[in-house]
């Protein structure tokens, strides 16, 4: 895709998160869990993304973001719950309503298997998945998750798989 490209989250991205976090909460809210309103501040966000990279930092984490030409948040992308010894992580990922149909979740998703592969050598990926989002089961099954049986006390949810092969 043009116009974008995906990059590790950074410190200075504090207003621009702020900025897609807060124009997209009403669409993130209906297919994932909603954040706390302390999230949605300068402080909240700043401390969010110090804890990202803290995490990333101690290989814990590996947060992206998708930014267009002029560096403005299209969407986020995370490794997250990085499992070295074990060789397994979790993935996640939002886009911002306005760029929904486009192809960059699938672009996300894709960066996030190569990132496992190449900067952390993972042997399988994960990702949990409301009911009520489709379209995102859909990004994992068409990037080759398969869909288990999952059960989460007190919630719905479907837990997908991708085996990782070496390159």
Not at 45 to 60: K, M, N, P, S, T
Not at 78 to 96: C, H, M, P, S
Not at 131 to 138: F, G, I, K, L
Request: hydrophobic share 45%.
């Amino acid at each position: 895709m043009s116009g974008h490209r995906i990059r590790t989250l950074r410190p200075d991205d504090a207003d621009r998160l702020l900025r897609f976090e807060a124009e997209n909460r009403g669409w993130f809210e209906q297919h994932i869990e909603p954040r706390g309103d302390a999230f949605y501040s300068q402080d909240g966000v700043r401390a969010h993304i110090a804890q990202f990279l803290d995490a990333h930092a101690q290989g814990r984490m590996h947060p992206c973001v998708l930014v267009d030409t002029e560096g403005a948040i299209l969407g986020r992308a995370n490794l997250k719950d990085i499992d070295r010894q074990a060789g397994t992580a979790e993935v996640g990922y939002r886009i911002a309503a306005a760029c929904v149909g486009r192809g960059m979740a699938t672009e996300a998703l894709r960066h996030l298997i190569a990132l496992a592969r190449s900067d952390w050598q993972l042997k399988q990926l994960c990702a949990y998945v409301l009911p009520a989002n489709a379209a995102s089961a859909r990004v994992l099954e068409k990037c080759g998750f398969r869909r288990e049986a999952y059960t989460v006390p007190a919630r719905e949810v479907a837990r997908f798989t991708l085996a990782l092969r070496a390159l």
